[in-house]
Structure formats: C-alpha cells, structure tokens
C-alpha cells in the first residue's frame, strides 16, 4: 500500500492556519498560556495550550467551527476533492474540550474515569 501526503492543515495555539503554525515552531514558540474559559482554581495547573479568544473567538460551537475552518483551509490547499480517493485524519488534545467546558459550566467535578 502506498500513501502519499497532498496536503495538511492546521489550528493550532501557535498558529491560526499551517503556515502560521509551521513558522511559529520554526521560531520556538510553544503556545502555553492562562486559561480563559475555565477558572483555574479549580485544576491542579494554570496554563493550557488553548487558542486565545483575542485570537479567535468562537462562540458556543467552538469545536464545530474548528473543524469547519480546518477544513476549509486544507481544500482551499488542496483543490477540488470530488471523485479523488481521500483520506482526513483529524486529531484534538485531551479527549473533546467542549465537553470539559460543560462540565466546568455546570460546577461538576471532572474525573479522570470519564
């Protein structure tokens, strides 16, 4: 079997779009700051690495307008998909956010056995 990589794209809390990501890592910078969205008392650490509202603020579906915009990218990159044979890996970090979101909404306590 053969694979052949045509195309990525990326959001990042270094880079808005994959050029932006792939320079901000050639320049070292690591995307850690202050969490916005939840309150930090009650986690055990402070910073996360989480796309800054001043950056881009997305609202309620903030996951489905993500995904929205990485693709829009990767097919503005990549052209016209139809009658192509393709594959989309789509990876996020520490299971769905929103979920964690919610759950710190609504003052629950997060366990590690969820």
């Given amino acids: 079997m053969k694979v052949v990589i045509t195309s990525a794209a990326m959001l990042t809390s270094v880079g808005l779009n994959t050029k932006e990501c792939f320079d901000s890592l050639c320049a070292g910078k690591h995307g850690l700051g202050d969490m916005e969205d939840l309150d930090p ?12 509202k001043s950056r881009l603020d997305l609202g309620e579906k903030r996951a489905t307008e993500l995904l929205r915009r990485v693709m829009a ?13 393709v594959a989309v890996v789509i990876g996020t970090g520490l299971r769905e956010t929103r979920t964690i979101e919610r759950w710190a909404e609504r003052k629950q306590e997060i366990r590690l056995d969820q």
């Fill in 41 to 52: 008392s009650r986690f055990s650490i402070k910073q996360s690495y989480v796309i800054p």
């Fill in 73 to 85: 990218d990767l097919v503005n990159d990549y052209g016209s998909m139809r009658d192509k044979r």
